[in-house]
């Protein structure tokens, strides 16, 4: 699902996140957030930045990925 502005955008990744219980999302956020920013710096509409960005519900399964492939701290 590509979605049509930021706020969808992070509300759909929030709760695909959380579907698939990734829920610290913060700091996931936190790079979205500084995403949508740089790309409107740019000139960017949001519906553009999310087009760029893709499907949520992918990039959720691309940190669920990252998460079970990260090496652990020890």
């Known amino acids: 699902m590509i979605a049509k502005n ?3 955008f992070l509300y ?3 709760n695909e996140l959380h579907r698939i219980g990734i829920d610290d999302d913060e700091e ?6 500084e ?3 740089a790309s409107q710096e740019e000139g960017f ?3 553009e930045t999310c087009e760029k960005l893709g499907d949520v519900k ?3 399964r691309n940190y669920l990925c990252l998460l079970y492939t990260s ?3 020890r």
């Not at 996931?28 to 957030?33: G, L, N, Q, S, Y």
């Open 71 to 73: 090496p652990s701290p």
């Open 12 to 14: 759909n990744l929030h």
């Open 6 to 8: 930021k706020g969808d």
């Open 35 to 37: 995403h949508f920013k």
């Open 28 to 33: 996931i956020f936190a790079d979205f957030e």
């Open 45 to 47: 509409t949001e519906e």
């Open 58 to 60: 992918e990039i959720a």
